[in-house]
């Protein structure tokens, strides 16, 4: 399935997170996850960043972020891999 038709298929099912980094010291300490289902908060994780992280560092947990997201929303019944 195409990117634009998962975020498609996802917005059809009402299934959805957002992803909001913390700061810390003006430097990202982590990444914060909500789930969502139809509007209301279902879960969620904090991904953390190491203590003077690189780029690297801070990319990789925020892909871990988004990996769980998707994970999530793939595993709900009339998710987008739920056909």
């Not at 969502?36 to 991904?47: A, C, H, N, S, W």
């Not at 960043?49 to 892909?63: C, R, S």
Request: aromatic fraction near 6%; hydrophobic fraction near 35%.
């Amino acid at each position: 399935m195409s990117d634009d038709n998962t975020k498609a298929r996802i917005q059809e099912t009402g299934y959805g997170f957002s992803i909001h980094q913390v700061l810390r010291d003006g430097q990202i300490s982590r990444w914060k996850l909500s789930l969502t289902e139809r509007g209301d908060e279902m879960g969620g994780g904090v991904f953390p960043v190491p203590d003077k992280a690189g780029k690297a560092e801070i990319a990789e947990a925020l892909d871990d972020a988004l990996g769980t997201a998707m994970e999530w929303i793939n595993s709900r019944p009339d998710g987008p891999e739920g056909d």
